[in-house]
């Protein structure tokens, strides 16, 4: 049995992996701030002997001995991460320092939770591991992208300098259930608005796109990596090609949940990136992994999943 450590833990991905490794028989020490992350997201795991939830901020160094460390710990929506962006830069910068000196102490493997949006507005379709990106680094997502791409360069020097043995992977949008109805998400925005019969909030035209990954495939493929041999640091792209406009996935998700729902379009925010869609043949050949969860069946899912959020049951089928 390992000890693993999950920051960001009790957040919408954290909570899946935290119990996908219970279920493998691990320990299993959640550490998180809870500020997009809550308890009820981990409440099926509270009472489990080899799970610890541990209330506490990355931006402070963490003690414990363990064996694999997965750093989360950083709101990944927007909404959110513009609410407080010194606090967002410094969760992903200071968060990596001090889970890094965590590895060093005690010898453990660190895999990071990059993102998609290292690729910044990408002028490179589909986006390969080794592009650099095209990122704004003065704009109001710099906060989480530069954050972001400064959390890797932190991974590479410790692995440099200090031999750490550290993994790195980047995440395009990830959609499934424990999304809060606010988490601001396209997903999530779109199926609580079209449940409730609210208009569809579409940024711009609804032209851009991007590549809709479910939570189940990325978990698969967070372990998968994470066990590769040391010499496989990455970064390595885990996400769904599958392409869709964002007007196509309002429109489908209309159809699925039978909505009367109208589309209203409000401006585009600064720096959206015009198209996202991963290049995933490295994960292919290095963790033998494809995603398995298509749009349309992930979808149901979600949507099953929002019928029943405590927060939603009243408004839901309301009629316009
Ligand atoms: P989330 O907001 O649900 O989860 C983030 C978790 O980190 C929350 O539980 C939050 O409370 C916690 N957290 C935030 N700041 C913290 C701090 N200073 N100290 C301790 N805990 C803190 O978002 P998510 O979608 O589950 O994303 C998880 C990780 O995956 C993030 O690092 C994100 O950047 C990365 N990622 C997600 C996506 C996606 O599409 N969901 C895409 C790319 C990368
Ligand atoms: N978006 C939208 N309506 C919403 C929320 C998001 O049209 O209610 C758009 C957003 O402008 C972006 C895309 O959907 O072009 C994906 O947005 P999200 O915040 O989910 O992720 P990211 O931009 O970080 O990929």
New binding site residues.
């Given amino acids: 049995m390992k000890t693993i450590l999950v920051?960001?833990g009790?957040?919408?991905?954290?909570s899946h992996l935290c119990t996908r490794l219970i279920n493998d028989g691990q320990k299993v020490i959640c550490?998180?701030?809870?500020?997009?992350?809550s308890e009820e997201n981990i409440t099926h795991l509270k009472d489990h002997p080899l799970f610890e939830f541990v209330c506490?901020?990355?931006?402070y160094p963490y003690e414990a001995v363990v064996d694999e460390i997965y750093n989360?710990?950083?709101?990944?929506?927007p909404i959110?991460y513009q609410h407080d962006a010194i606090k967002t830069i410094k969760?992903s910068v200071l968060?990596a320092i001090n889970l890094l000196e965590l590895a060093k102490k005690t010898n453990a493997k660190i895999l990071q939770?990059s993102?998609?949006e290292v690729y910044g507005d990408p002028e490179v379709h589909p986006q390969q591991e080794s592009y650099w990106g095209n990122v704004n680094p003065i704009g109001i997502r710099s906060c989480y992208d530069e954050g972001?791409r400064c959390a890797e360069t932190l991974f590479m020097d410790y692995h440099r300098q200090n031999g750490l043995r550290i993994k790195i992977i980047r995440?395009?949008?990830?959609y499934g259930p424990r999304m809060l109805p606010n988490d601001g998400r396209v997903v999530s925005n779109f199926v609580v608005q079209a449940l409730q019969n609210k208009d569809i909030t579409i940024y711009g035209s609804g032209k851009q796109t991007r590549s809709f990954q479910y939570v189940d495939d990325l978990v698969e493929g967070m372990v998968r990596m994470m066990n590769t041999e040391d010499d496989f640091i990455g970064p390595i792209n885990l996400g769904n090609p599958n392409e869709f406009s964002i007007l196509e996935l309002a429109q489908k998700i209309i159809k699925f949940t039978n909505s009367n729902s109208q589309l209203i379009f409000k401006p585009l925010p600064h720096d959206d990136p015009k198209q996202r869609k991963p290049d995933i043949t490295l994960a292919k050949t290095k963790l033998k992994w494809n995603p398995t969860i298509e749009l349309e069946e992930g979808l149901h899912h979600m949507i099953e999943y929002f019928k029943e959020h405590p927060l939603l049951t009243q408004s839901i089928g309301k009629t316009r």
């Fill in positions: 920051s960001g009790a957040g919408f991905i954290g550490l998180d701030n809870l500020f997009t992350g506490k901020d990355v931006e989360l710990a950083c709101p990944a929506s959110h969760t968060g939770a993102t998609s972001k995440i395009f949008n990830t």
